[in-house]
């Protein structure tokens, strides 16, 4: 197994696994230790099966069962199924289930089928974008908690003429909302990261309203900065492993074909 840096901020390739032995604990042993260094990892993995997949996970901890998103059936239900022709996409910059108490810590998302363009994923390295910060930000933002709720998806949906007010309601009822600090320590690093997302962060808590806004606007521009940024351009076979803790995402809708993904997530 070799690993190889892919950019500066985050990102490294993962090649030459005999998938045909499978993964030992120390090989994932190594990919967790990759994982923590790099932030993102692009695995190849053309012949890799389910259930290889899965054990992958459970290496890291509990699997989830999305309660959004179909899965594969009986045997695979924590192998989440997200296919372009169901409308299933994420063209937004977010980490996975920001609006509950306990996200997702790990994300592994497998590609199936691609189009012949388009369709990259790109990452933001939140470590990266809190060192970026000036020393007296960093003091200011540090201890401040912010909401993040699943019906601003509904609201941006609104804005943008492809929802109503009644979608809106119906997902602010469902209470799907949870405070997380707006810097983050990772629990296995140390290192601090910026945790807020343009499409879950509501406001800042314990702020003046004009305030919080103010300086989720100026956020919300500094972590798009390209010196914290990896885009990937998916292969065939790829599957991307990313920390939920450390990055986050965005899938580029700037295709037209199929594109079909076999996503697990670790709750840990």
Known sequence: MQITRLNGALGARVSQIDWTAGLTAAQMDTIGAALDEYGVLAVE????RPEQHVALGQHFGELEHHEFFDNQGTGSEHITVLDSTRGDRANMWHVDEQ???????ITMTHAIQLPPYGGDTAFISLGAAFDGLSPGMQRYLD??????DL??????????????GTLLAAEVSKGKYASHPVVLTHPTTGRKGIY???????????????????????L???????EFAYRHRWQTGDMLVWDNRAVMHYAALDFADRRLMHRISVIG
């Open 220 to 226: 919300f521009v500094h972590l798009q900065k390209p």
């Open 196 to 218: 807020v997302s343009p499409t879950y962060t509501r406001w800042i808590e314990a702020l003046p309203p004009v305030e919080a806004k103010a300086i989720l606007d100026f």
């Open 99 to 105: 609006f509950l108490a306990n996200p997702p810590i």
């Open 45 to 48: 993995a053309a012949e890799m």
């Open 151 to 164: 019906g601003k998806i509904a609201e941006l949906r609104w804005q943008h003429g492809n929802a109503d």
């Open 143 to 148: 201890g401040l908690s912010a909401l993040h």
